[in-house]
């Protein structure tokens, strides 16, 4: 069975900072990973995902993650914050064993840039 | 390509009444999720097809939540009677019958807003 964690409902982060957003996976077979952003009223859009080509992945935007397997973790971080950034942001996991598996989300974290 | 597409974008309706939702997915994508989000939290998974057959359907309310996908494309959502706390989004996404890396993620939909009153 698979499932994420995401360590913190709110990140709020001045414009021009770092940002840091944590999801822990859990999972018996070797995982697939998923960052995706929700802009308010909008489906889910991708980010960035993880397929064990790379541990380190960049997404669109400036995101990127690192696969840490000892750790469990596929945190997302953006060198410089944008107002723009400003969104929802779910972790998601899937098992990679079976072409059927299905695909669990996080409960998210919200994202705030102050100016 | 055309992403997935779903309809309405909203709907309200009173309590026992019933509702459907449809989603037209990707072209060729074999896989279809229909997903709730509720205000503040993480899209739930509903049910999940692979083509028109049923593959995982475990937290789907089966006494008043239907769904089908027939002849492998289109999929409608029905809840009959709902219920106050059926308010919410409910997210279609699809994703590719091809295997490889290139084809892991789910594509998704703009959803449907659901308030129940």
């Known amino acids: 069975a698979q499932s994420v964690t995401q360590l913190g409902s709110h990140v709020s982060v001045s414009e021009g900072a770092l940002v840091l957003l944590r999801c822990n996976y859990s999972?018996?077979?070797?995982?697939?990973l998923f960052w995706y952003v929700q802009y308010p009223n909008q489906g889910l859009q991708l980010l960035l995902k993880?397929?064990?080509?790379?541990?380190l992945v960049k997404g669109i935007n400036g995101f990127e993650a690192e696969f840490k397997k000892s750790e469990t973790s596929f945190h997302l971080t953006k060198p410089s914050a944008h107002m723009s950034d400003a969104a929802e942001y779910f972790c998601a996991v899937r098992g990679s064993g079976s072409s059927a598996s299905k695909i669990i989300f996080g409960s998210g974290t919200r994202l705030s840039i102050r100016p | 390509e055309a992403g997935v597409a779903q309809s309405p974008r909203y709907k309200i309706i009173e309590k026992r009444q019933s509702v459907a939702f449809w989603c037209n997915p990707i072209s060729g994508h074999a896989t279809l999720y229909w997903y709730q989000q509720i205000l503040g939290q993480g899209p739930k998974l509903l049910i999940q097809f692979q083509n028109n057959g049923v593959v995982d359907d475990s937290q789907l309310p089966k006494d008043r939540f239907s769904a089908e996908r027939l002849k492998g494309v289109d999929s409608t959502l029905k809840i009959q009677p709902a219920k106050l706390e059926d308010s919410a989004v409910y997210l279609c996404a699809s994703r590719s019958r091809r295997t490889g890396s290139m084809n892991t993620e789910a594509f998704f939909g703009q959803g449907t807003r659901l308030t129940v009153v």
């Open positions: 993880y397929t064990s080509a790379a541990t």
């Open positions: 999972s018996s077979v070797p995982p697939y």
